[in-house]
């Protein structure tokens, strides 16, 4: 890429028109010719141009192998920013826009990072197709790294294996199923509560009582100490304990409250109370409908 489509390139990405950029020191009909390649610009020119551009000097007239170190640098202000203040999407924007589909390593984590967060802020808002789809971009922006990412990936399976306990139509395509089956991660509060809920079902209680000793008071123990009351025969406090929890401020439309239906039902139908039972199973089956829309 020579020079003049280097100026073109930015100019259009800065929004600026030729008078924009040409301002009072040269011509706008001097600048087209810049662009077009058919002038070459002089140095203090290529200078009063980079300034209007707010790029170095050397970005406007580095070799190609070159260029991505200067946007790197340019850019990455703005990416730190972002990071900083938890804007995953405009991070993400930043990157796109600025390099587009290049490898970089340190672009390539930080961009598996960002679409691993919103893949999971996708999740805990319920919608799990959009989920799924975070999680494979993540997955694939993290192959693209010498950087340590397995942590991307351990916690990616698990979230995989746990949606596909939801419904068998939300997938992976990066990961194989031994990957995704062997899978455990203790260092996300999701996956440390999949943990837990597969420890209590092949009845590890041990695990299950230092999750708890540990995680007692989120949403996600609340809902295992109910689980535990009702597999212990004490359907009255189970719903008591589940009641309250669904009055939870922090207890978000997801998949947490379709499990707590289901317990729900599950215990209406023991206390014979087939008409709430009946209530809590059509609002799970509604919440599945809403959980499994379209991304």
């Known amino acids: 890429m020579n020079v003049g489509e280097k100026i073109r390139r930015l100019r259009l990405s800065k929004v600026m028109t030729q008078a924009d950029l040409a301002g009072d020191q040269i011509t706008r009909n001097m600048l087209c010719s810049i662009e077009r390649g058919v002038a070459l610009p002089s140095l203090p020119t290529v200078c009063y141009i980079a300034e209007r551009l707010n790029v170095p000097v050397g970005f406007l007239l580095s070799e190609e192998r070159e260029e991505l170190a200067y946007r790197k640098m340019s850019a990455m202000p703005n990416i730190r920013r972002a990071l900083l203040a938890g804007d995953h999407a405009g991070c993400l ?24 967060c919103m893949a999971k802020e996708a999740f805990e808002h319920g919608r799990l197709r959009a989920a799924a789809v975070g999680f494979d971009r993540a997955l694939a922006a993290a192959k693209q790294t010498v950087y340590d990412t397995g942590w991307i990936v351990t916690r990616a399976a698990v979230y995989f294996r746990y949606l596909s306990g939801i419904s068998p139509t939300v997938s992976s395509d990066m990961l194989e199923e031994s990957e995704i089956l062997c899978a455990r991660s203790l260092e996300d509060e999701f996956c440390a509560y999949v943990m837990a809920k ?38 009255g406090k189970a ?26 039902e599950l215990c209406c139908r023991r ?7 009946y209530e ?13 829309e379209e991304a």
């Open 271 to 277: 206390n014979d109370d087939y008409k709430r039972a």
């Open 93 to 116: 924007s930043i990157i796109r826009a600025t390099f587009g589909d290049e490898r970089d390593d340190e672009i390539a984590l930080i961009r598996a990072e960002c679409e691993f």
């Open 280 to 292: 809590f199973s059509s609002s799970r089956i509604g919440l599945l409908e809403r959980l499994l």
């Open 198 to 235: 597969e420890a209590l079902e092949a009845e590890r209680t041990g695990e299950v009582a230092d999750y708890l000793a540990q995680c007692g008071d989120t949403v996600y123990a609340a809902r295992l100490s109910a689980l535990l009351k009702m597999r212990a025969g004490d359907i």
């Open 239 to 264: 719903l008591l304990l589940y009641e309250r929890l669904l009055a939870r401020e922090d207890l978000s439309v997801g998949v947490l409250m379709y499990e707590i239906f289901g317990d729900m």
